[in-house]
């Protein structure tokens, strides 16, 4: 099976931090994502990456940014967190334009 | 743009009884992939059914079946005998080129 693992299940940061938020996958999956998902409004895509060191905004990119510098690895980072950043994050990865999305458990941040 | 509505924000339905839970999109593409997915308060997501817009005959999973109708752009849900554990949170999705777009999602409660 696959295993996505975010590195935190719960996190609470202050306005104007730095956050990281980190995924890993164990099935060499090419593609890799960020969502947020918001009460009402479903999951949205942040960021996503096809392949190393490459990365694509997503629908929502401002206030993110990503990093992707092993095929493993795909990180999401708030340069200056704000409370509008409150919310579930989820990370999800793929191998292939035509295969389901494997997702983690989800980080629940909190911007105070 | 891709867009993906569920018009039901909550549904209830008794042990044992059968549910469909109602999924329209939008998309100028003509070949893209259909997700049903399933977010239980562990609030992972998890696959339940996966549809191919080229196959005119309809996806099963066991319990889980779809009803795919292309020229109206309708991806139903289908669960028959409903448990308990399917309580949960489901979302329909849409994809093209590896990059999902989700529906706001229907939070379904089986009861006893």
């Known amino acids: 099976d696959v295993k996505v693992t975010q590195s935190s299940r719960y996190l609470v940061k202050r306005t104007g931090e730095k956050v990281f938020l980190e995924c890993v996958q164990d099935?060499?999956?090419?593609?890799m994502f960020w969502y947020r998902q918001d009460p009402g409004l479903g999951l949205r895509l942040i960021y996503f990456?096809?392949?190393?060191?490459?990365?694509e905004k997503g629908d929502i990119p401002e206030g993110y940014s990503v990093s992707r510098e092993k095929k493993e690895r795909f990180s999401l980072i708030l340069e200056s967190a704000s409370t509008n950043q409150t919310s579930m994050y989820l990370c999800?990865?793929?191998?292939?334009?035509?295969?389901?999305?494997?997702f983690g458990d989800g980080t629940r941040l909190s911007i105070l | 743009a891709q867009t993906v509505t569920q018009s039901q924000p909550e549904m209830s339905v008794q042990e044992a009884e059968t549910v469909t839970l109602s999924c329209t999109y939008d998309?100028?593409?003509?070949?893209?992939?259909l997700f049903w997915y399933k977010q239980p308060p562990s609030r992972q997501m998890i696959l339940v059914i996966r549809?191919?817009?080229?196959?005119?005959q309809n996806a099963t999973e066991n319990r889980f079946s779809v009803n795919f109708q292309k020229a109206a752009k309708s991806f139903s849900l289908k669960i028959s005998d409903s448990q308990l554990g399917d309580t949960a949170m489901y979302f329909c999705?849409?994809?093209?080129?590896?990059?999902?777009?989700f529906g706001t999602g229907t939070r379904l409660q089986v009861t006893l």
């Open positions: 999800a990865s793929s191998q292939g334009a035509s295969q389901p999305q494997h």
């Open positions: 549809q191919e817009a080229y196959k005119q």
């Open positions: 999705a849409f994809m093209t080129a590896s990059k999902l777009t």
């Open positions: 998309t100028s593409e003509s070949n893209y992939y």
């Open positions: 990456s096809y392949d190393v060191k490459m990365k």
């Open positions: 099935m060499d999956h090419e593609n």
